[in-house]
């Protein structure tokens, strides 16, 4: 994942590595309930949650990359105590918004937005080394694009909590730019509000980005990808953004793995204004 960052400096960006977090192996992080490693992961979002914090107090946009989604929860823990305004754009085939009650899997990455809103507070129960985490979002901020695979549970909790989705049904009948358009109307106000964008690669189609957990067919093209951190990039909003579930290790071929960490780099290098039409420098001049 170092590529992003060179790539980031030659396109002009000023990049500092606040370099790799070390996650401690815990090994007996006996399941709580269903829900599976909650110590291991508990522990390690409260981390990020102090890296995303230490990024954002030193003036810069942040860059999270992962790791499973689960890093969302520190990621916008850390981000909200700093920019408690902030809003959500999640983009992703799945809505991670399961409780460890109603998890079909006990993962934790099926989870993470259900640790962060108000709303849910009263259905989540006392994990081991999840204490520190206070919900500090509320369903009307978040957005959510690409959903595809949302459990009926998940679907209860979106409709009953009205939190507002643009699936890939919406990509299909309003097209991408409406929807981004839409979606910005949605989150900014008359006060222009700090963006966290959560993208999950998984919410590309694995044609594009095959080299993930949980890859389900029917996903944004490249380009429709590509559009939403154009789109998000020129609001001048975007203050810090996770790109999760790149995992080399689910390629089936090595070009499966450079397919995945070319469309992961192309997303960040897209949310910090590298625009397809192309870009010359301000002093610029024909030899
Ligand atoms: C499923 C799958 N809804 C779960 N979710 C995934 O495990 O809660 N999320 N894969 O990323
Ligand atoms: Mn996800
Ligand atoms: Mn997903
Ligand atoms: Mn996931």
Redesign the pocket.
């Given at each position: 994942m170092y590529e992003e960052i060179i790539k980031l400096s030659l396109s002009g960006c000023a990049v500092k590595d606040y370099g790799n977090l070390k996650f401690e192996d815990l090994p007996d992080d006996e399941p709580f309930g269903s829900t599976k490693r909650p110590r291991a992961v508990g522990l390690a979002n409260k981390q990020v949650a102090d890296a995303v914090q230490r990024v954002k107090n030193d003036g810069h946009t942040c860059v999270m990359l992962g790791g499973d989604?689960s890093l969302a929860i520190g990621s916008i823990h850390g981000h909200a105590a700093c920019r408690p305004e902030l809003k959500v754009v999640w983009v992703d085939a799945?809505a991670?918004i399961?409780t460890p009650l109603t998890?079909?899997?006990g993962?934790i990455?099926?989870?993470p937005m259900s640790y962060l809103i108000h709303e849910l507070c009263a259905k989540i129960p006392h994990m081991p080394s999840f204490s520190w985490i206070k919900p500090c979002i509320a369903a009307k901020d978040i957005v959510y694009i690409g959903l595809r695979?949302v459990?009926p549970e998940?679907h209860y909790i979106l409709k009953h909590l009205g939190i507002k989705t643009f699936s890939m049904t919406e990509v299909d009948s309003l097209g991408i730019a409406k929807v981004m358009e839409q979606t910005c109307d949605y989150i900014s106000s008359k006060i222009k509000n700090p963006i966290h964008l959560s993208y999950?690669i998984d919410a590309l189609d694995p044609s594009v980005a095959p080299a993930t957990g949980?890859p389900v067919i029917g996903g944004l093209t490249y380009r429709e990808g590509i559009y939403i951190t154009e789109y998000l990039c020129q609001t001048g909003l975007l203050s810090a953004i996770d790109l999760v579930e790149v995992n080399p290790k689910q390629a089936k071929r090595e070009e499966e793995v450079h397919w995945t960490a070319n469309a992961a780099v192309d997303l960040v290098l897209g949310c910090f204004g590298r625009v397809r039409e192309g870009s010359h420098a301000a002093d610029y001049k024909i030899p």
């Open positions: 989604h799945h991670d399961n998890s079909p899997t993962n990455h099926g989870q695979d459990d998940e999950d949980t």
